[in-house]
Structure formats: C-alpha cells, structure tokens
C-alpha cells in the first residue's frame, strides 16, 4: 500500500499480507499481516519513516505503478563533471 507524507512529501510502500478467517460461530474478520506479524490495518496517520511525522496519506493498490514519477530512483545522479563559470568577472588588481 503507498503512503504520502504530508510534511516531508516523502513517499513510500509497505506490503502487507492479507487474509479473510472465519472462527467456529461463522463470523468473518480480516486478519492484515507484515513480515508474518498481525498489525492493525493501514490507514491515513501513518508514521514516515524519513522524518516520522504522523500524519501520511494513503493511496489505492498500484497507484505508484501509474505513477512512477513519485517514487524516487535506487542510485544517486552522478555529479555533474562541467566546471561552473561565474558571470561575475574577476577584480583587476
């Protein structure tokens, strides 16, 4: 499931393994696990994990698939080899 933070902007998706149980009376109830861990379910208050701000968006399953833009790339850009050239000229000494 994506999350937005609404401080930092950082975005970022957590996985979760969902399952559909029914006890012995019948009743149904959903069961949200990560890394085999029951957890509550995932909701807008997230905490960032970048600046751990509580307050996170969510969006729909798949949503960064259609939107790439949003997650950031694995590797650092290269540092860019072009010297700068300062428009303000030298004093004259």
Request: aromatic fraction near 8%.
């Amino acid at each position: 499931m994506p999350f937005e933070c609404r401080s930092c902007w950082h975005v970022w998706e957590e996985e979760y393994l969902v399952r559909h149980v029914e006890d012995e009376h019948g009743n149904e109830a959903t069961l949200w696990l990560r890394n085999r861990v029951p957890v509550p379910p995932p909701s807008p208050g997230a905490r960032c994990p970048r600046c751990g701000c509580e307050h996170a968006t969510t969006f729909p399953e798949g949503y960064l698939l259609r939107h790439p833009e949003l997650v950031p790339p694995d590797a650092a850009a290269a540092p860019d080899e072009t010297p700068l050239l300062s428009p303000v000229p030298r004093p004259l000494y």
